[in-house]
């Protein structure tokens, strides 16, 4: 058991390659010894333990480099139920020492041709190419040692190819690149919903569903293979929507994808005329139905560092290997909101750094407890963020009430007594219905006048741009409950 970290969910990486030189490879082992005790280490080559409280953050279950995923418990992680959550003791650390400003550093993913190698070499030799900062200073003017550690270990951990930093970076376009992002400029309120991608290859389930919802909606989402579980590619749908005269948002989730494949989905769907991109972290495997073996390679890129990636190629044309883009793509960046996982300090932050690095507009999970979510609003605000980025809240309208207890123990999800006790009591109302009539007619109903309860408290909290609404596959019900 590491002592200053959580033991490591996944092995250690492995280099490609081989050092030469056997002093070189008896070096790495011993280092490899070293911060494995102390610190769980994965020999990512990179290391950002400064960063990060010194809490290894490649403990993580989903390897994450950038902060907690939407759905961090203080009770456990969501991968695996035996260990802590990684980034919790990260964030509650970095706050017990005052550097949780520190945490708002966009980090580099990790680079295939350092990982297994020495970090404490390439470092060693940095520093010595660098000349700065002198022992000496140490004894003799510490204060200004440590300024010029920090530079040195910011520039040490932020190659060239990445160039990240904590501070926020506006757009580099003035007016509006999609309707969505028009929309949200010019109007005080809006709607936007989602359709679930079919299984199959038919075009004409996506095709109807956009021409049902465009005329309600501004925009409409289309999934990046939720729970884990393969459907119709997002790229696909927004397409077929597209096609069919409606405003498109893809999802693309890090979880599957590789670095290259995120951008080449990236330029292809700004060639389609796809103008809107949410960039998600995805759901972990054993969210899914497992009808097949788990992959073990996941999270290449966290939703973080895939908005860096995609802004960066938006607004100065350049890919992380180097090459510069002429033609560069059009897209509007989005992210998630999780407000009901940790603290609201803790959310705040975590969403400061989506913007920071490119989030546009941010779409949260749904939205049941509304005095909570006034919490993490007020946490927004302290940081400044609801101007930064257009905010749209998640409405779920809840299928009956076995679905309501089944989503109040969600992890990120928080549904009031009161809601619960208003779906039960409708459940027991059906149950009374005599044979013949309607099904759930009662759950059906008391669900959507909760979810228009929740709409017009959303609509007078300022911040607030808009709702999501999340049909979760029952898009027939959203044009009558939007009238």
Known sequence: MPIFSPRPFQSAYLPVEQDRAWLVRVFTALERSAKGLLFGCRMCGNCILQETAFVCPMTCAKGLRNGFCGEATEERCVVDASRPCTWLQIFQRAE?????????????????????????????????????????????????FWQEWEGLCFEFRQPSWWQAD???????????????????????FIVTTEIEPPLGSSPEEVVEKSRLLGPHVVSINFADNAFAASRMSSLACCKLCVESGGEAVLQIQGRDRSRNGILSDAIGAAALGIRNILCLGGDYHNKSPQVYPAQPSQFDLDSVQMLWMLRRLRDEGKLVDGREVEE???????AAGAPFTLKPEYNALRLEKKINAGAQFIQTQMVFDIPRFESWLEACEKRSLLDKAALLVGVYPLRDAEDAHIMANEPGVAIP???????????????????????????RMESHAIARELVQKLKELPGVRGVHLMAGG???VVPGLLE
């Open 474 to 476: 029952q898009e027939e």
């Open 166 to 188: 904590g501070r926020y970076h506006s757009p580099a376009y003035q007016e509006p690149v999609s309707r969505l992002e028009a929309a949200l400029r010019s109007q005080p």
């Open 417 to 443: 007594a009161e809601i619960l006790r208003r779906m039960d009591a409708a459940f027991e109302k059906d149950n009374q219905l005599a044979a013949g009539s309607s099904a759930a007619d009662h759950q």
């Open 96 to 144: 017990r020492m005052g550097r949780m400003e520190k945490l708002l550093e966009v980090n580099a993913p990790v680079n295939g041709a350092q990982a297994g190698h020495s970090a404490w070499l390439p470092f060693a030799r940095f520093w010595a190419e660098r000349k700065q900062p002198q022992l000496a200073d140490l004894a003799l003017r510490p204060q200004r």
């Open 328 to 334: 560069r793509p059009r897209y509007f960046l989005g």
